[in-house]
């Protein structure tokens, strides 16, 4: 996850780290869960999340979901995010991008191989500088 201001300037960034063989859209589900308890405790008051996981965007955003473990993600994704735009957020979005438009996350995701663990990065890291504006 990379946070950006309204000009499209690095701010923080988050690389997740999930064990096991996880199917690609509950990974992302997952991911996105994390990433909105992330904003929240850092104190983010206008967000706008993009995502390239079109079946996740379309979950979260339209009202049934799923009576499986996946759906009981996206139930928790859509509560959190209800909460946290009525009652922290004042300006709130989530969006589907195409995954070629996704560079930057993309580039995050092969570099978090590299760690034990989740990592924050306070700077921009290496494999994504070229991929953000020039101030």
């Not at 201001?5 to 199917?23: L, P």
């Not at 928790?76 to 991008?97: D, E, H, P, T, Y």
Request: some cysteine; aromatic content about 12%; glycine content about 4%.
């Amino acid at each position: 996850m990379c946070a950006r201001d309204d000009r499209g300037q690095f701010v923080i960034a988050k690389t997740f780290w999930a064990h096991g063989d996880i199917h690609a859209v509950k990974a992302e589900a997952i991911s996105l869960l994390d990433a909105i308890q992330w904003l929240r405790a850092i104190g983010f008051n206008a967000v706008s999340i993009e995502m390239d996981c079109k079946p996740v965007v379309d979950s979260v955003i339209s009202n049934p979901v799923p009576q499986t473990e996946l759906g009981d993600i996206l139930l928790a994704c859509k509560q959190r995010l209800l909460v946290f735009f009525f009652f922290f957020f004042s300006n709130f979005g989530l969006s589907f991008i195409s995954r070629q438009a996704n560079h930057v996350v993309h580039s995050l995701r092969r570099v978090s191989y590299l760690f034990a663990s989740h990592h924050t990065f306070d700077y921009i890291p290496p494999c994504i500088v070229v991929l953000l504006p020039l101030k």
